[in-house]
């Protein structure tokens, strides 16, 4: 019985489902924990009043991130239900769609937050105004993830997922970290933090595009016909 025990648990693992699982874990295990290091040494570098900033920016980033996870859920659904039925081409047009719709809304958002930035660095107690500029960045950035990362999960690609996930959290800590430094020798470590936190989303965005190269040449729009 403990040799079947030990067969049965040795298939499960070798099963790509698990591989994936694990895999996914354990790049959220990792990602954690470079997130971790980053909120201490940022910390540290910014000190209270300036970390306090940072802070609030990122829990209104993290308001306005709602709508585009609400919309990530219902896109998983279809990018699935197309997968399964094996309609590439409405998958392709999908994603295209979706990803301009949201290329737009994100240039609106970072212009009105462009010149909006001193009323809204004031609100939010920020001492430079170009904070606010950074947060437009990352709204623009993190709504172009959003789709590709829900692509990534309709189309089941875990391996995607978990590499993406590290690297968003690792370059993070990275850029966001050096930015941070710099932001210090031009006396704006939080302006610093935003931009370095958002070019990270960017590359991260960057980088899911690569098992999605094929969805770029998508021409014919669906959306009306949903």
């Known amino acids: 019985d403990l040799l079947k025990n030990k067969k049965g648990i040795l298939d499960y693992l070798k099963h790509p489902l698990a591989i994936s699982g694990l895999l996914v874990f354990g790049s959220t295990f990792v990602g954690n924990f470079f997130a971790f ?5 940022s910390a540290r570098l910014l000190g209270p009043v300036d970390y306090g900033s940072f802070a609030a ?9 709602i709508f585009s996870q609400t919309l990530s859920t219902t896109l998983v659904k279809f990018i699935s239900n197309f997968k399964g039925e094996g309609e ?12 301009l719709l949201f290329f737009f809304l994100g ?18 107690n920020v001492t430079s105004s170009a ?8 709204l623009w950035f993190s ?5 590709n990362t829900a692509a990534l999960t309709g189309l089941q690609n875990f391996n995607f997922m978990a590499a993406s996930g590290f690297l968003g959290s690792f370059l993070k800590f990275i850029l966001g970290t050096g930015f941070i430094l710099l ?4 006396q704006a470590p939080v302006a610093g933090a935003v931009l370095g936190v958002s070019l ?5 965005y960057l980088f899911t595009l690569l098992p999605l190269r094929s969805f770029v040449v998508a021409s014919r729009s669906i959306l009306p016909k949903l």
């Open 143 to 147: 709504f172009l993830q959003t789709v």
């Open 200 to 204: 990270s989303v960017l590359a991260v």
């Open 37 to 41: 290091l980053f909120n201490f040494i």
């Open 57 to 65: 920016i990122m829990a209104v980033v993290g308001i306005t991130g």
């Open 107 to 124: 240039l609106v958002i970072f212009v009105l937050f462009y010149f909006f930035r001193l009323p809204l660095s004031q609100f939010l």
């Open 131 to 138: 904070s606010m500029v950074g947060v437009g960045l990352y």
């Open 88 to 99: 590439v081409g409405k998958l392709q047009s999908l994603w295209k769609d979706i990803s």
């Open 183 to 186: 932001g210090i020798k031009w």
